[in-house]
């Protein structure tokens, strides 16, 4: 089995814990300033990824720092867009100095939970990323309406699972507001991550870097997905 293992991050101060996740992820998303995130920690996660050989990947939110973009806000189309087109601007313009790129853009929190559902939203995130670069691709719920818009737009898309979150019965995930909407045993994490590997429906499957235990979970589910180990 092998599928892409992605992490949010660019999102802590703690530069030796995303150094240590680097070791176990193939795709990094990395926060640009609407929920977290600085020129310097993009440099600095960037960098990371770029000495690892993971992927960079723009990690855009509602832009509302004071609740890490977990609250969905009131804004109407035509702002989300903008604030998308700002955002990834930003850490282009880190990466672009690095001599990297940005392949893959996924939304954060409750902006992604929403595009998930309301195709308004998934089509001005389609339109903001389209207008920027057509040829990325954009992480999205499996089985969600944001992944329907975005192909009949002609954008690229990963559908994405979740080796750290439970769900709901209709594929939806679990409110953050309920205490066992995360997975934190690193055995019951892998283990999801391998039942949607086997189920070949995610091309992508996350890890939270807040997550506690978030550096022995992307092990665990990183072993579960690549039968070889790492270069290092």
Known sequence: MTVDLNCDMGELE?????????????????????????EATMERTARLAQMRGVRIGAHPSYPDRANFGRLEMTLT???????????????????ARLGARITHVKPHGALYNVAARDERIARAIGRAVAAWNPAVTLFGLLGSIALEVWRGMRLNVAAEAFADRRYELDGSLRSRQFADALITD??????????????AKAQT????????????????????????????
């Open 14 to 38: 703690d530069a030796a814990h995303e150094a240590a996740l680097m070791a176990y992820v193939t795709s990094a998303n990395i926060a640009c300033g609407g929920h977290a995130g600085d």
């Open 77 to 95: 189309t035509a702002e989300i867009e903008m604030t998308v087109q700002q955002q990834i601007a930003r850490l282009e313009a880190v990466v």
């Open 186 to 199: 690193p055995e019951e994490a892998a283990a999801q991550a391998g039942r949607f590997a086997r189920e």
């Open 205 to 232: 499957i996350c890890v939270h870097g807040d997550t506690p235990g978030a550096v022995e979970i992307a092990k665990a589910c990183y072993q579960a997905l690549h039968p070889s180990p790492r270069a290092t």
